[in-house]
């Protein structure tokens, strides 16, 4: 088991920035693949962002890049996702996930086991 949680989602204007972040425990999260992804009211959920177990190695969707960025603290098992230029296509729910069965230096887009209960992200005026 890998429970996460995350934290930081709320209002922010178009342009604005907020920073959410993905919290973990145990030697699982250190050794996992973690990632963020987002699900809008009506549509499927979309991955958005990877990171690997050391941190050297990021992935992002193409309609992110360049605004995200990803980092982690295996110290404090947490996962930060930066979000600059928000836009009103960024509104949905956020969650974070941990995938387990990785090598190092992996940043997947899928196969993950282990969820976050999500973080509502809105951006309006």
């Known amino acids: 088991q890998v429970p996460l949680v995350e934290s930081g989602g709320g209002l922010v204007q178009p342009g604005g920035s907020l920073r959410l972040s993905c919290t973990g425990s145990?030697?699982?999260?250190?050794?996992?693949?973690i990632a963020w992804f987002r699900q809008a009211p009506g549509k499927e959920r979309e991955f958005v962002a990877a990171?690997?177990?050391?941190?050297?190695?990021?992935d992002y969707a193409d309609s992110v890049k360049g605004r995200f960025a990803i980092s982690r603290d295996n110290a404090e098992t947490t996962v930060t996702l930066r979000m600059n230029r928000l836009e009103p296509e960024d509104t949905a729910v956020y969650y974070c996930?941990?995938?387990?069965?990785?090598?190092?230096?992996?940043?997947?887009?899928?196969?993950?086991?282990?969820w976050g209960p999500g973080t509502q992200v809105t951006v309006s005026s």
């Open positions: 996930a941990a995938r387990t069965r990785v090598v190092s230096g992996m940043a997947p887009r899928s196969g993950y086991e282990y």
């Open positions: 990171i690997s177990q050391g941190g050297t190695v990021r």
């Open positions: 145990g030697r699982t999260f250190i050794t996992s693949a």
